[in-house]
């Protein structure tokens, strides 16, 4: 595997924008393919569409865009930390957190059928802000316990606390009106809740920092390469755990019922795969009980240990591959070096812009597949209409996509959300640089 030649310090790797593209794509294919594959007929090509979308993007899209949140948190900081400045890395990423939680509150006015995630998302980060600084290792000592205990103890609590309504956005009104609950949802009752995405960021974070220290070395390769084959390792075992434990629950569910603990009880006599098709579809933020078996499965969006290993596995496998052909394959080991022509430079464009492109999304879902989905013809007609769900409405929205990647590459400008957010970042950065100079000076 070439060496590569360390790229300029303000190089952005081609390859983690490509991934965060991917993850923009993938959850936008997982809000519109699934919905249209449940209303068409079995065996349809809608039907087919939807369930290998569902597949391929449910609970694995969010998570590989949490843990490239962490990663774009190192790249953001790099300049601050090195320079010694730990407060104002901490503030900048605290202003961005707290700029999500505007931006998706916002959102939430909105009627669309997405669970908006980006108030989530921000709050994670306000929590990640103060350990921006802190040593690698205490870093993935927490990535840890919170991937291992979070899941657990999130189920354990959810027995003897209401969870977030299904569907409900966090709203400004959800904060006037219950902010114990609302903030609540944000931690833990949500269906994105901080306890799991925490642990995402903090990941990010630690590939983060393996791929800039490996860059700074030139030994990008190296690094982008083990990072791709752990996080291979990681998710295959992940899904064989979750298979096995399965089959094993499955089969105790149809045979017995007595004996078996709590919250697989509910299950007593019901079909192997009937069970297999409940337990690996995607949950509302939590693991399905607090029990053993529950902690074993990769139910998306769940949390659970196997859950959180399967979709860190996908999520480094998928950077790792990326940065591995964008930014060293490519360009002979000396990433930075060559620019990207135009299809790559449309993407990689449009992955550096993810807070626009998911913000449009989300109007685009309110504007079209809300009210299509209010029409009952769309239940007892003739469906969805092409344009609001389905492989059609998805076309549209990627060329959308791909339209607005190539727009800002040619144009050589960033997204107007995400120049907004550094605007403020930096603002808010220099006032406390300026702040610091004038009591320096008093005294």
Do not use: K
Request: hydrophobic letters at 55%.
């Amino acid at each position: 595997m070439p060496r590569s030649s360390a790229p300029a310090p303000a190089a952005r790797m081609i390859g983690v924008d490509v991934a965060r593209f991917l993850a923009i794509v993938g959850m936008i294919a997982a809000h519109l393919v699934p919905v249209a594959g449940m209303l068409a007929e079995p065996g349809s090509t809608a039907e087919s569409a939807g369930r290998i979308t569902d597949a391929l993007t449910a609970g694995i899209a969010a998570p590989l865009f949490a843990v490239l949140g962490g990663v774009s948190t190192v790249f953001a900081t790099r300049r601050l930390l090195r320079s010694g400045r730990a407060g104002a890395a901490i503030g900048a990423v605290a202003v961005r957190g707290a700029l999500l939680i505007v931006i998706g509150l916002v959102l939430g006015l909105i009627e669309t059928p997405v669970a908006i995630v980006l108030a989530y998302y921000g709050a994670a980060m306000l929590i990640v802000a103060p350990l921006v600084a802190v040593r690698s290792g205490l870093l993935g000592a927490l990535a840890l316990v919170l991937g291992v205990a979070g899941g657990p103890v999130n189920a354990a609590l959810r027995v003897d606390m209401e969870p977030w309504p299904p569907g409900d956005q966090i709203t400004f009104e959800g904060f006037g009106q219950d902010s114990g609950g609302t903030l609540g949802a944000l931690l833990l009752t949500g269906e994105y809740p901080a306890i799991t995405w925490v642990a995402y960021l903090l990941v990010g974070v630690l590939i983060g920092r393996l791929l800039t220290a490996a860059a700074r070395r030139g030994a990008l390769g190296r690094a982008a390469g083990l990072l791709a084959g752990a996080g291979a390792v990681a998710a295959v075992a992940g899904q064989l755990v979750s298979n096995a434990a399965v089959a094993a629950a499955s089969a105790a569910a149809s045979t017995a019922a007595g004996t078996l603990p709590p919250g697989l009880a509910a299950f007593a006599g019901v079909a192997p795969d009937e069970f297999a098709e409940y337990v690996t579809s995607s949950t509302l933020g939590a693991p399905l009980a607090p029990e053993l078996w529950a902690q074993l499965i990769a139910t998306p969006h769940s949390g659970s240990p196997v859950d959180v290993l399967r979709t860190v596995g996908i999520a480094a496998a998928v950077i790792g591959l990326l940065v591995l052909l964008c930014d060293v394959l490519r360009t002979g080991g000396r990433p930075g070096t060559r620019p990207p022509g135009a299809v790559l430079g449309a993407v990689r464009a449009a992955g550096a812009a993810p807070l626009t492109v998911y913000t449009l999304h989300i109007v685009a879902t309110g504007l079209l597949l809300e009210p299509a989905l209010a029409d009952p013809a769309a239940f007892f007609g003739d469906g969805l209409p092409w344009w609001a769900a389905g492989l059609g409405a998805f076309a549209l929205q990627l060329a959308g996509v791909l339209a607005i990647g190539a727009l800002l590459a040619a144009l050589g400008r960033r997204g107007p959300l995400e120049a907004f957010v550094s605007g403020a970042v930096r603002l808010v950065v220099r006032g406390g640089d300026r702040e610091r100079a004038g009591g320096t000076s008093a005294g």
